[in-house]
């Protein structure tokens, strides 16, 4: 294994633009101490690619240090995954420097994003198949309308985060469908039965939800779409009522809404091919967002 330390100062780095201590002085001079960037590093088996150990925003910088490696055609890359030890944005923000990666990079994050929800009024950074309510997927248009219409420029954090949002239930569709081709099936014919199409868990709520244009991708794509919900006596789509039944029988189940209704690792087990979306499987059935 090799370990390439490719940072290890603290946020913005060392010296730190506005700081005239004895150490940042001795880093701009270049005599005593080295000037540092933020704290990452890279790690990798005698062979293969590069996985980084937190992504800071100096990643740009730091990517250009490693060796030089193989990769594949114009746009491949060295690093194959990020893990994130923590969510502060001095390990985050390098995170955005990744985003045009021919291929998806995987970022493992269940542990750090466990830590940042302890904080008593933070509950987010949760996977799932986009947002729903009343408020998150309308309340910011306005928002942004207004920045628009009064300042004259546009609020690009809202805009990209709701197209993220809205963008969500076709990329699910679109691991669903690579779901069933990895077992040689089409989407097309196949039976997908849907748990939980609320906008949140356990209450009755579809205001906005998402799994009605995750329903419509599915369907188009030809798939026969079914769902189950405790709290939703009808819907879009046909119901089951038989909640391990339908589970078995079904080409693939995708799990919506963790209602507290489902034990999402027994029904992994039942199922033929299981797509949690949320995150709270925990079993090697199950696949995850
Ligand atoms: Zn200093």
């Not at 990769?71 to 420097?97: C, K, N």
């Not at 989407?187 to 949140?200: N, Q, R």
């Amino acid at each position: 294994m090799r370990v390439r330390v490719l940072g290890s100062a603290a946020g913005g780095g060392s010296p730190q633009w506005n700081c005239h201590c004895e150490t940042c002085e001795a880093a701009r001079g270049g005599s005593r101490a080295r000037p540092r960037t933020q704290s990452s590093l890279a790690i990798r088996g005698d062979q293969g690619p590069w996985f980084l150990v937190n992504a800071s925003p100096d990643l740009r910088q730091q990517l250009e240090t490693l060796p030089p490696q193989p990769v594949d055609g114009v746009r491949g890359a060295p690093i194959a995954g990020v893990l994130l030890t923590d969510a502060e944005i001095d390990h985050t923000a390098g995170l955005l420097l990744l985003r045009e990666s021919a291929t998806p990079i995987r970022v493992f994050c269940d542990a750090a994003i466990e830590l940042a929800n302890r904080h008593p009024r933070v509950s987010l950074l949760r996977p799932g198949i986009g947002v729903g309510g009343h408020c998150i997927p309308i309340d910011p248009n306005y928002l942004s309308h207004n920045v628009r219409s009064k300042l004259g420029y546009p609020f690009r954090f809202v805009e990209l985060a709701q197209e993220i949002n809205a963008t969500m239930p076709a990329y699910v569709a679109r691991r669903a469908q690579n779901l069933l081709n990895a077992d040689g099936l089409a989407l097309h014919g196949a039976a997908v039965l849907l748990l939980g199409v609320t906008y949140k868990a356990n209450i009755a709520d579809q205001r906005e939800s998402p799994a009605t244009p995750l329903a419509e991708q599915l369907a188009a794509l030809g798939a026969v779409v079914s769902y189950h919900d405790p709290y939703v006596p009808r819907w879009d789509v046909p119901r089951t009522d038989d909640l391990e039944g339908g589970v078995a029988a079904a080409d693939l189940v995708i799990l919506v809404q963790p209602h507290r209704d489902y034990d999402a690792d027994r029904l992994a087990r039942i199922a033929k091919r299981f797509f949690d979306t949320r995150g709270v499987t925990s079993v090697p059935e199950a696949h995850r967002l």
